[in-house]
Each structure stands twice: as structure tokens, then as C-alpha cells.
């Protein structure tokens, strides 16, 4: 009689633990995926869970506002295949992803803008930027900049960034080193703002 009560016993804890244990995951997945289960507005902008770019998924990792002198000139969102809060897996993945800028800020000229990129790269931590591929990035931001402009600058694996302008395609600069060195602007040891890179990184 007892070894059959320890033996339901012992059945009922197998059974609680087994639904303890699918509760634990789905709370972790619940967590981890949280962020991009609804869209997340910022600064009047408002950043969907997901893109579709081709027919790749890119999920919302996280984003973050620009700000200067008590202003607060763009914000920026990271879009991955696959979340994370490491920004050195961010920076070297040979794998689709994208970084959405729109302009918050009539202080953000189209020269100030490239100006601020100039600088970025030279501080960048990793990868490796040309100055012809410089130039050429540069180059896509030939015309003035209006508040609520977006900038899509998307990484194709096996080809480089695309960049896109409220939609419209300005062209592409191409290789994984030089993606490494333009997620470093934000995403490296010398950001371009510390807490926009926490934001991005889904830290905030």
C-alpha cells in the first residue's frame, strides 16, 4: 500500500515538475520576445515588431533616441533575424539585418549628418570602411534632410549594406567589413551615444 502511494506520488511531482518546467520556458520566451510582440513608439516614432525585407523576417531588437545639447535629433532601431544584447554578435553576423533612422530634428542637416558618419567611422572598433566607401555611403545623403525622413540601411549577406530613403533606393556599398565598421558607429566601443546603444540593444 505505501509503495503504491509513493509511487503516485512520485508520478504527481513528475508531473508537476514537467508543467513547472514548460511554464519556466514559455516565461523565457515570453521575455525574450516581449519586445517585439507590439509596436514600440519613441519620440513620436513608432517602430513595427517586424520587417519584411524580401522575404526575410527581421524582428525588433530594440531602439534609442539621439540627443544633443537637450535636443533630440533621431531615433534609431535595430531589426535582426534573431534578437540579441550582444553588440559584437550584432556587428560581425554575416546575416540579414537593419538599422532604421528617422529624423526627429530640423538641427539634423544633411552635412551634419555626414559629418557626424565621417566621425563615426574613425572611432569604429571594428570592421573596415575605405575612404572610397566612405564617400560612396555618403553619397546617398546628396539631398536635404526633413523632419520624419527615414533611412533604412539594410545588410544583404554575400552582398553589403542597401541604403533607402523614405523608401526610395539610393544604392549600396558592398562587403561584410564595411557593415561591421557602420554598426560600430552605433553599436561599437565609441558609440555615438551610450544609451542609444543600450536602447538598441533592447537594454532600456
Given at each position: ?17 514537467l ?8 516565461l ?10 507590439q ?13 519584411d525585407?524580401?522575404?526575410t ?11 544633443k ?6 531615433v ?31 538641427k ?17 572598433s ?29 545588410y ?49
Open positions: 500500500m505505501q509503495s503504491k502511494w509513493k509511487q503516485k506520488l512520485f508520478s504527481e511531482l513528475k508531473k508537476y515538475n508543467m513547472k518546467f514548460i511554464l519556466s520556458s514559455l523565457v520566451l515570453f521575455m525574450a520576445h516581449g519586445s517585439i510582440a509596436n514600440r513608439t519613441i519620440s513620436g516614432v513608432t517602430f513595427p515588431p517586424k520587417l525585407i524580401k522575404g523576417a527581421l524582428y525588433f531588437n530594440g531602439c534609442g533616441l539621439r540627443e545639447y537637450t535636443l533630440d535629433l533621431y534609431a532601431g535595430l531589426y535582426l533575424e534573431k534578437t540579441t544584447m550582444d553588440a559584437n554578435k550584432v556587428m560581425a553576423a554575416d546575416a540579414s539585418s537593419a538599422i532604421k533612422i528617422v529624423i526627429t530634428s530640423s539634423v542637416t544633411r552635412d551634419k549628418f555626414n559629418e557626424s558618419v565621417k566621425e563615426g567611422f574613425a572611432n569604429a571594428t570592421g573596415k570602411a575605405s575612404a572610397a566607401e566612405i564617400d560612396k555611403f555618403k553619397g546617398f545623403f546628396a539631398d536635404p534632410f526633413k523632419v520624419k525622413d527615414e533611412i533604412l540601411m539594410i544583404v549577406p554575400g552582398k553589403g549594406v542597401a541604403v533607402t530613403i523614405n523608401g526610395k533606393y539610393k544604392g549600396i556599398v558592398e562587403g561584410l567589413e564595411f557593415k561591421k565598421a557602420l554598426y560600430a558607429i552605433w553599436l561599437g566601443d565609441k558609440p555615438a551615444s551610450a544609451k542609444l546603444k543600450k536602447g538598441m540593444l533592447g537594454r532600456l
